[in-house]
């Protein structure tokens, strides 16, 4: 038994123990002072939280890098084992084909025995990079073969692909391809094929393939794959982790402010972004709703210029209209008795005419628009027939397109194309976009395309003109708008007939579309659906520009005695027949709507 004494313990003593709990104490303290400080900093800097992040990626993407020199290295690895591997097979072959071409042998057995040592040698040569095998297979079937198909391992010939047989057959080089071997577990493992032509005693032509069993090599890969799915895994969870603290730390404020301006630009200008802390999105924070108020303020200054203006539009269209029709009174009383002046004041007086109804015309669009401006513009629907309002306007048109030498023919593409329209609206749209075709048709006929489907009506006015280009077709509807200012107006239009036709067109929930290619003239489509309020459909009833043949074109005054159905696919009459396609102008060079002609496109003119 084992002895020893044993003592008492010691008394703790009390001011020890008060002076190591107040040390304690400091420390925790000074931890929690240090810890507030950093984390005060942390909330306040943006910059600081994306420098950290950054850092955190950045050892991410190092590592990236790391597996992608791996992969580098490894492919570089295979490579040099596929140089070796290329490297002994040529040697190995050129060493078959010099003990094949110098065999003495003159029967079969000889020979035979030769083969059989000479791939057994090849073979399990010692020094192979790896595992190796030897084909023989004879590329003719004679009666005087010493040697058949042979191996070195008892591999069959039938591993050889046809694209490395008939390679070897053709060609006395050596080439190889990657193949597949049978595998015990009832697979496949990669391999690669050398071959090349060796001759044999009597002279026979045989096919010398030598084998590598890639698999080892193979294994290697797998397991390097195998460690970068694992990496990759732990890559993306890292990734995704990341992505959610960013998310919530500095995404989420910027997704805020992306809604605030969303729901901004939609119009409500009463959103404001709400305002934490003192860091970079606080101030960001400030900024914008600065912003938002300055944007506020001034879009409703604009709002009250624009009322403004319109009214101001308004009653000066108004008010202008009782001393206009005065003045119209008086110059059409001078008109009518121009005969009676000299030439000087006859020709003031038809120009005073001419400038009345201009201005008339003018006054008249400004008020059109006020009213759309005003939403006071309203439809009086009722069934029309599309195809006799365009044979109307068409012949009331006709001295215009006299005027200009122009001829101007309705194509029908059906017997039945009603809808409940605005019969004045629709008429002056088409009136306005014929009148812009006769104006820049350059003397060449116009064509007004009549068709519909089920649910819509479609009437497209092409021309053969300048044409204009698809910048000046994107415009073409502004108010005011002209492809080329210096351009002399004839037809007296405003300016305004495009876009009182659009607004016409919106009214009836239809579309209008415009078309042109310089020196091949310019086309605009309309489209209404065939009931009052229903919207069109997807498919147009005609194309743009349309496609249409001569035979199809009619003259207005060729509709009238015809029945509706006979509108399609009628021929023409033999007067109509004569007239040519393209009718030149006397005073226009025969070059004029070619691709040299003036950058200029038909302007929105219209009499409304």
Not at 69 to 76: K, M, N
Not at 102 to 107: I, L, P, Q, R, V
Not at 287 to 298: E, G, H, P, T, V
Request: cysteine-free; charged content about 20%.
């Amino acid at each position: 038994m084992t002895t020893g004494t044993v003592t008492a313990p010691e008394q703790a003593d009390p001011a020890a123990a008060g002076s190591d709990a107040g040390a304690g104490s400091r420390s925790r303290e000074v931890l929690l002072g240090w810890f507030s400080a950093v984390r005060r900093r942390w909330t306040a800097s943006l910059q600081l939280r994306t420098v950290a992040i950054t850092a955190v990626l950045t050892l991410v993407a190092a590592g990236v890098l790391a597996l992608f020199l791996t992969q580098q290295i490894t492919s570089g690895l295979f490579q040099s084992r596929f140089d070796q591997v290329e490297a002994e097979s040529n040697r190995g072959l050129n060493q078959a084909r010099s003990i094949f071409n110098n065999a003495n042998t003159n029967d079969s057995e000889t020979t035979d025995l030769l083969v059989t040592n000479t791939l057994n040698q090849l073979a399990g040569e010692t020094g192979a990079t790896v595992v190796r095998d030897m084909v023989l297979v004879p590329l003719e079937d004679t009666q005087n073969l010493f040697v058949g198909p042979k191996s070195s391992s008892g591999l069959s010939a039938d591993v050889i692909p046809d694209g490395l047989s008939q390679a070897v057959q053709s060609g006395s080089g050596t080439y190889w391809q990657s193949i597949a071997l049978p595998a015990e577990d009832g697979g496949t493992s990669p391999a690669l094929a050398f071959g090349t032509q060796v001759t044999l005693p009597p002279g026979n032509i045989y096919a010398l393939y030598m084998v590598y069993d890639l698999s080892s090599v193979q294994d290697t890969l797998d397991y390097l794959m195998r460690v970068l799915v694992v990496a990759g895994a732990m890559l993306v969870m890292m990734n995704s982790l990341i992505a959610v603290y960013v998310t919530r730390s500095v995404v989420r404020p910027v997704g805020q402010a992306a809604s605030a301006a969303e729901t901004l630009s939609s119009g409500d200008l009463s959103v404001r972004m709400p305002v934490h802390g003192e860091d970079e999105m606080a101030r960001l924070g400030t900024s914008f709703n600065r912003m938002a108020d300055n944007i506020q303020d001034q879009i409703t200054q604009l709002a009250e210029l624009s009322q403004m203006q319109q009214r101001f539009v308004s009653d000066v269209s108004h008010e202008l209209r009782t001393p206009l029709t005065t003045v119209r009174m008086a110059a059409e009383v001078l008109y009518d008795s121009r005969d009676g002046f000299d030439a000087i004041n006859r020709r003031s007086t038809e120009l005073l005419y001419h400038q009345v109804e201009r201005f008339q015309a003018l006054l008249a669009d400004l008020l059109e628009i006020t009213r759309f401006d005003a939403g006071a513009a309203t439809m009086a629907p009722e069934k029309t027939d599309i195809l006799h309002l365009a044979t109307d306007v068409v012949q009331t048109a006709q001295p215009l397109a006299h005027k200009a030498n122009t001829a101007v023919y309705v194509v029908p593409m059906g017997s039945e194309v009603s809808a409940h329209v605005d019969p004045r609206r629709i008429e002056r749209i088409i009136r306005n976009l014929v009148n812009n075709a006769i104006e820049h048709g350059e003397g060449r006929p116009v064509d007004v395309v009549v068709g519909a489907n089920d649910s819509d009506v479609a009437v497209v006015v092409r021309d053969h003109g300048i044409g204009m280009s698809e910048e000046q077709a994107s415009r073409v509807f502004d108010r005011f708008w002209r492809a080329d200012p210096a351009r002399a107006r004839t037809t007296g239009g405003s300016g305004l007939g495009l876009s009182i036709a659009s607004e016409d067109t919106r009214l009836h929930n239809g579309r209008l579309d415009a078309w042109g290619r310089l020196g091949d003239g310019s086309a605009f489509r309309l489209i209404i659906p065939r009931s009052s309020g229903a919207a069109v459909g997807e498919d147009a009833p005609l194309q743009l520009p349309p496609a249409y043949t001569e035979a199809q074109r009619r003259l207005p005054s060729d509709l009238e005695d015809l029945e509706p159905s006979q509108l399609a696919g009628e021929v023409l009459p033999d007067r109509i027949q004569e007239q040519s396609l393209y009718r030149q102008r006397p005073d226009t060079p025969a070059s004029a709507g070619s691709a040299d002609a003036p950058d200029a496109a038909p302007h929105e003119e219209d009499e409304s």
